[in-house]
């Protein structure tokens, strides 16, 4: 039973590992996206700290919304222990589990696409890639805010989902 437990925690840690880097690449796309004809790999490479503020908000966004489902996984390979791994009632558990992680993974992304996008519009007469490009730290940290407060909201509605799967 702990071989079994210890194996089931290390596809847990490996389901992880790659759903956050597929999660943090398709992040970083999305705001490539937003940016339009900016080039955030050339802001970063010439040191823009503005630009790097608002993308380590994106992968921070990114990682708490991950956590949440990697908990609801945590909680679907539990009961479905329960219920028998390999059982039907099991693998339906730990796929519902998987469908809320990548849900979330992609509410997250078109929340912080969403929230970017409307506060660029809001900010008449400011144009908020433009200022980062510039490197406003101000803008970069408005934006920063805008993009862990989507997550964290996101966050809740998945530990909600998890709740009801427990």
């Given at each position: 039973m702990i071989l079994l437990t210890a194996v089931v925690g290390l596809i847990q840690l490996i389901v992880a590992v790659i759903l956050a880097a597929v999660a943090l690449y398709i992040g970083f796309s999305v705001f490539g996206r937003i940016t339009g004809d900016i080039d955030e790999q050339q802001e970063l490479a010439k040191g823009n700290v503005a630009f790097g503020i608002v993308v380590a908000a994106i992968f921070v966004a990114i990682a708490v919304v991950v956590q949440s489902g990697i908990t609801g996984i945590a909680v679907g390979v539990s009961k479905a222990s329960a219920a028998g791994l390999m059982s039907v009632d099991g693998l339906t558990i730990i796929g519902i589990a998987i469908i809320q992680l990548v849900l979330g993974v992609i509410l997250a992304i078109v929340a912080i696409y969403l929230a970017l996008t409307v506060l660029d519009k809001l900010a008449t007469g400011?144009?908020?890639?433009?200022?980062?490009?510039?490197?406003?730290i101000a803008v970069a940290l408005e934006m920063a805010g805008v993009i862990i407060a989507v997550a964290l909201i996101i966050q809740s509605g998945i530990v909600g989902i998890t709740a009801a799967l427990g």
């Open positions: 400011l144009h908020q890639f433009e200022e980062l490009k510039k490197g406003n």
